[in-house]
Nanobody, 125 residues
Framework: DVQLQASGGGLVQAGGSLRLSCAASGVTFDDYAIGWFRQAPGKEREVVSCISSASLSYRTYYADSVKGRFTISSDYAKNTVYLQMSNLKPEDTAGYYC????????????????WGQGTQVTVSS
């Protein structure tokens, strides 16, 4: 039974930082990619960042809008993926969701099968 638990969201001022965590059970990072996606009210779910499996050398992908500001990483021992978010902007405000899928998989929310609940990130100007 696959379960994903996202946490770490909150309210932060523009320019601030947050670290999101996605604790996974029922999957192993040997074979699964983990993605972070976000959805703002009235908007479609969009890609934030993905990290591939150990078998694919933990390749990472970032949306252009977050490159240089966000960093995705994984802790194999804890089965947890992190999203370190820095220099946050009001346009980063959204519900953030983590998802898991067997590799190979593109960093596209339509290709991810397993989803956790969201964690809200609100950035004030």
């Amino acid at each position: 039974d696959v379960q994903l638990q996202a946490s770490g969201g909150g309210l932060v001022q523009a320019g601030g930082s947050l670290r999101l965590s996605c604790a996974a059970s029922g999957v192993t990072f040997d074979d699964y990619a983990i993605g972070w996606f976000r959805q703002a009210p009235g908007k479609e779910r969009e890609v934030v960042s993905c990290i591939s499996s150990a078998s694919l050398s933990y390749r990472t992908y970032y949306a252009d809008s977050v490159k240089g500001r966000f960093t995705i990483s994984s802790d194999y021992a804890k089965n947890t993926v992190y999203l370190q978010m820095s220099n946050l902007k009001p346009e980063d405000t959204a519900g953030y969701y983590c998802a898991a899928q067997l590799v190979p998989v593109r960093c596209d929310p339509r290709e991810y099968r397993y989803w956790g609940q969201g964690t809200q990130v609100t950035v004030s100007s």
